[in-house]
Structure formats: C-alpha cells, structure tokens
Nanobody
C-alpha cells in the first residue's frame, strides 16, 4: 500500500504565507507526478499545482505567481509554498501522487487525507 502524509497548513491572515508538505511511503517504484488539489466548502475539487517526473509544472491560473511547487523525486515528497494568501485560498488541500507504480501491481493514483488552510481577511 502507498500512503500520502500531509503536513503544514493552518490559519494565516491575508497576505501571509504557508507551506504544505507531502510524503509518499510504501514500496514505490515510480511516481509519474505529484501535486496538490484543493476543495473549498460548496465547491468542486480543483487543481492547484502539479509537477511531473520530467519537471513539467502546471499551476492553476488563480495561484500563478503566488504559489510554488517543488518535488524531491528521491524522497517521494512534494511541497507547496504559498505566498500572498487570499481568503479565497481557504480550502482543504489534498496531496496527490499520480501514476504510482508498486511492482507487480498496475499503476494507480493516490490521494492524501487533506489538510486545512484557512486565510482570514
């Protein structure tokens, strides 16, 4: 089994900064991409940022220029550095590991349990 453990998050005032970390554990052979999604109350889960094995990074338009994603492939970790936070960034943030290969099983995606980020105005 593969587990994703998230840390960080919390409460911050608008304009402040927070960071999130996620570590994948298990008998992992390869992870194609890691990233973060978020879900605000009453809204659908949405992409925040992802980074692939090749280093290709995709950001949601709403976070470009404010958030930075980084990944350590050797450690199977991904981090999200969030600056200039806005109240609309308030959500539960979910770590994701996509295309995870655990030999001899088919590759699949995994999700973390989610971590709360609250930005007060």
């Amino acid at each position: 089994q593969v587990q994703l453990v998230e840390s960080g998050g919390g409460l911050v005032r608008a304009g402040g900064s927070l960071s999130l970390s996620c570590a994948a554990s298990g008998r992992i052979f390869n992870i194609e991409a890691m990233g973060w999604y978020r879900q605000a109350p009453g809204k659908q889960r949405e992409l925040v940022a992802t980074v692939t094995n090749d280093g290709n990074i995709n950001y949601a338009d709403s976070v470009k220029g404010r958030f930075t994603i980084s990944r350590d492939k050797a450690k199977n970790t991904v981090h999200l550095y969030m600056n200039g936070l806005k109240p609309e960034d308030t959500a539960v943030y979910y770590c994701t590991a996509e295309g995870v290969v655990v030999i001899p099983y088919p590759h699949r995606d995994y999700w973390g349990q989610g971590i709360q980020v609250t930005v007060s105005s």
